[in-house]
């Protein structure tokens, strides 16, 4: 069976259009090959599809900065937290081992 390249555009607009839905990728491999598209034609429009979005993502200009903050049990911060062991080198706990 013939297929022309534009099928496989047509197959990545068709992912990418069901991703923004929220549909989740392994769910749309699997919907389209079970309405008798071939494996490979799926994975290159997959592969495709991931190509186009990663070209319209922004670019990020900085590392995001992930904060924690540590709650009681009423949700409220907790300050001045000591964390437990200062952390060793892998002779020193090997040798702790053995002392």
């Known amino acids: 069976m013939y297929q022309p390249k534009d099928h496989i555009q047509?197959?990545?607009?068709?992912?990418?259009?069901?991703l923004s839905k929220g549909y989740t990728m392994d769910?749309?491999?699997?919907?389209?090959?079970?309405?008798?598209y071939s494996r490979i034609s799926v994975e290159?429009?997959?592969e495709l599809a991931n190509e186009q979005l990663a070209?319209?993502?922004p670019e990020m200009k900085e590392k995001p900065k992930?904060?924690?903050?540590l709650l009681d049990e009423n949700g409220n911060p907790i300050n001045?937290?000591?964390f437990a062991k200062e952390?060793?080198?892998?002779w020193q706990k090997i040798?702790?081992?053995?002392s």
Do not use: H, P
């Open 80 to 82: 001045n937290v000591e």
């Open 44 to 46: 290159k429009a997959i």
């Open 27 to 36: 769910a749309l491999r699997f919907s389209l090959m079970k309405q008798g």
């Open 55 to 57: 070209a319209s993502a």
């Open 66 to 69: 992930i904060t924690y903050t």
């Open 10 to 18: 047509q197959l990545a607009d068709y992912i990418r259009r069901n």
């Open 87 to 90: 952390k060793k080198g892998f």
């Open 95 to 98: 040798k702790g081992r053995f």
